[in-house]
């Protein structure tokens, strides 16, 4: 019996169920001479007789019976243990979407958002033209303008404000040159600003925001950035006050049939905590 293998105990857990070879064969996609050849050997395997065959089909002998009984409690435990195997999988997720700014925030305030002891998954994704829930990108997005429609559940957070920043080992002066996200890479109005008011001194730009405060701290030109990302750079200085008409509400946002999730739910209490507990530093208020 130890050389029976689990293959062919599964092929004769299927005859014994349908009662004959074709029966069985529609149900596993193998022919039904090859599953008769294959009971056969079983029998040989086991030294026992497991089927009476007759033309009306395969019916189990009593030594069939004892088998069936044996195999479908190791089917039972098979399948215990894909339950068990499958667990690993089965913790739910919750995606964070944001632009390319708060996506590096999130990243690393994460051990804020989900301890050690919460069982989901997390998923930081930079989306820097915006989370479009229609085809779900994200469970939760924070964005810089309140959606006007779409089945979504909304949450007032911060005021995000912005200045121009230049490397600390530049003098201030008139004639600098600027620094800029490129137009194609361009969504928000922060991005657009420096095209839009100083396009003819522009003499270095990029299609990654993640690269425009290394541009500027390498000594290219002044550029614009958020306050809470310039003013945590080592080697960048602020050049004048904020900039108001840059300044926008931060919403946190959930599909509407996301947010009664526990764990969706969980993050943005946390993500609200989060981004209050740091208000000071977005609005632009130094210490």
Not at 24 to 53: K, N
Not at 221 to 227: D, F, I, S
Not at 241 to 269: F, K
Request: charged share 25%.
């Amino acid at each position: 019996m130890t050389d029976a293998g689990w293959d062919d105990l599964k092929l004769f857990l299927h005859v014994a169920s349908e009662g004959a070879l074709s029966a069985a064969a529609t149900r596993t996609g193998i022919s039904a001479p090859t599953i008769g050849r294959r009971m056969l050997a079983l029998e040989r395997t086991t030294g026992r007789t497991l089927f009476v065959r007759s033309q009306q089909g395969y019916r189990l002998a009593p030594d069939g019976e004892t088998l069936l009984e044996h195999v479908r409690a190791m089917q039972k435990t098979a399948d215990s243990i894909a339950d068990w195997k499958a667990q690993a999988f089965a913790m739910p997720i919750v995606s964070i979407g944001t632009d390319a700014w708060l996506s590096g925030f999130v990243s690393e305030h994460t051990s804020e958002i989900r301890g050690k002891e919460d069982l989901f998954r997390l998923c930081c994704k930079s989306l820097h033209k915006g989370v479009d829930f229609t085809y779900r990108e994200a469970d939760v997005g924070i964005v810089n303008r309140r959606p006007e429609s779409g089945n979504v559940a909304i949450r007032r957070s911060v005021a995000v404000a912005h200045s121009i920043y230049r490397a600390s080992g530049l003098a201030e002066h008139e004639t600098m040159p600027w620094v800029s996200i490129g137009t194609e890479s361009s969504h928000s109005p922060a991005d657009k600003w420096v095209f839009q008011h100083h396009e003819a001194h522009i003499r270095t730009w990029t299609n990654s925001p993640e690269l425009l405060p290394k541009l500027i701290v390498a000594g290219n030109g002044r550029g614009v950035l958020p306050c809470f990302i310039g003013d945590e750079l080592p080697g960048l200085v602020r050049e004048g006050g904020i900039i108001s008409e840059l300044t926008y509400t931060m919403w946190i946002i959930a599909n509407d049939d996301d947010r009664h999730r526990p764990e969706v739910r969980q993050v943005i209490e946390r993500l609200d905590a989060l981004f209050k507990g740091q208000a000071k530093r977005f609005a632009g208020h130094k210490a």
